[in-house]
Structures are given as C-alpha cells and as structure tokens.
C-alpha cells in the first residue's frame, strides 16, 4: 500500500541522540500514512537493540560497513512506498507539523520537487537552510560577486537554488525523473548536487520558513570532525 511519507534516517553510533530524533519524528507522522527507514552504517554501540525495543515500526537495513550518506539514503529510496520521501538527519528533531506541512506544499503546486523548512540550534537561533549553487567564484573567495542568498525571513514559500540536506523533503516522482542522490558523494555536498539537478529537470526547490527543525549542527560527526572538514573541503 502507498503510503504518505516514508522517512529515511541514516545512522552510525550515537544511540542517544538518534532515539530523541525518532521521539520527535512520531509526534509528527501517521503511523498508518508514513513509514520509517533507518539504515545503519556499522554502529558498534547499542543503537540497534535500542531502536528495536522502542520503535519496532522502524524499518532497519544493517549494512556491514559504513556505506556514506547518499549511498545508504538511496538503498532506502529503492524501498520506499511513499508519494514523498523525507531525508533526515540523526541528528535533527522536527516540529510536530513538520510533515503536514511539507505535504500541504507539495500538494499547493505540482512542480515543487524538495522542500526544507527553516533549520534552529537548541536555543532557537537560525541557521542557514539554503544558498546559491556553487560556482567558481565561491571557491576562489569571490562569491559576493555572485548574487546573494534571498532572505527567509518572511512568510510563505521562497524558490531557492539549494538547501541543507538535514531535513529535505523530497517527491518521489521528481526522483523518477531526475534520478537518487549521486553515490560518488560519500558525506557532504549531495544535498547541493541533488538540489541542482532538480533544477535541471525542471522541479523547484523551495523553503518553508514556517516549518521548523532543531538541527545539533555537526552532531552526526562530533568525535572526526577533522576528518569530515577534509570530506567536507
């Protein structure tokens, strides 16, 4: 049966901070119209066993090694049932109407191919959610040549040519068209591939300022943070 939303989560270690992520997730989703896919990168602590006795509706791929971010996101793409597939980090918590948001957007206009919502820090402070498509001149340090990012300090939706991937909505059928996240990426910089090659197709990728998702910046790569500024670069 089709469902809604199905929600991917990729995850390795941090059983913690992944659990407060699902609390938060089940007080935004129909547990009859969503589902839950958690693919797991070869955690060695307890967080399998843990999501298994608190949250037996997870759907859970265990892979042997660690896959990467868009390699173990699409392995739940293949599976998924849902008219529209959620990205989300293990490290970010959803406002309870987060998902009825996201679906009351999509259902406003038919070409809209991934929404975000506005991501916080712990305290409420805004982070950036979106940007400009990256160019020559961003990486030579020139990028105020380029036009700036548009604000989202307002309502309603704003078009965008890129967004942070912590919490990305996606449509299943712009998937069909466009294709999964790039497996050449390993951690960072498919959100932003996959943002333009949405453009590309013709799908707009927006911002809801309106939906709201606490995000522990750097959480799901606290402990190899010099290793994840180097994936990063």
């Known amino acids: ?33 969503d589902e839950l896919f958690l693919v797991d990168n070869a955690s060695t602590d307890d967080s399998l066993e843990r999501v298994d006795a608190a949250f037996p509706q997870a759907i859970i791929i265990r892979n042997r090694c660690n896959n990467g971010f868009a390699r173990a996101n699409n392995q739940a793409i293949a599976r998924a049932t849902g008219e529209f597939i959620l990205l989300l980090n293990s490290d970010a918590v959803v406002a309870a109407d987060v998902l009825d948001r996201f679906e009351a957007d999509f259902r406003r206009d038919p070409r809209i191919g991934v929404i975000t919502g506005q991501l916080q820090d712990a305290a409420g402070g805004l982070q ?3 940007g400009s498509a990256p160019t020559v001149l961003n990486e030579l340090g020139l990028g105020f040549l380029k036009k700036k990012p548009v604000s989202i300090a307002h309502d309603g ?7 942070v991937g912590a919490c990305m909505a996606v449509r299943a059928a712009a998937i069909q068209e466009a294709g999964s996240l ?3 990426f390993f951690f960072y910089g498919e959100d932003i591939e996959w943002s333009y090659r949405m453009h ?17 910046k750097g959480g799901a790569t606290r402990g190899k943070r010099r290793g994840a500024q180097i994936e990063f670069l």
């Open 200 to 216: 590309r197709h013709g799908w707009k990728v927006v911002v809801d300022p309106a939906a709201r998702i606490t995000h522990i």
């Open 1 to 33: 049966m089709k469902k809604r939303f199905s929600v991917v989560i990729v995850h390795r270690n941090g059983a913690d901070m992944l659990l407060n992520t699902l609390s938060a997730l089940t007080r935004a989703w129909d547990a009859t119209r």
């Open 157 to 163: 939706l704003i078009e965008t040519e890129t967004v």
């Open 182 to 184: 790039d497996n050449d």
């Open 128 to 130: 950036r959610s979106c």
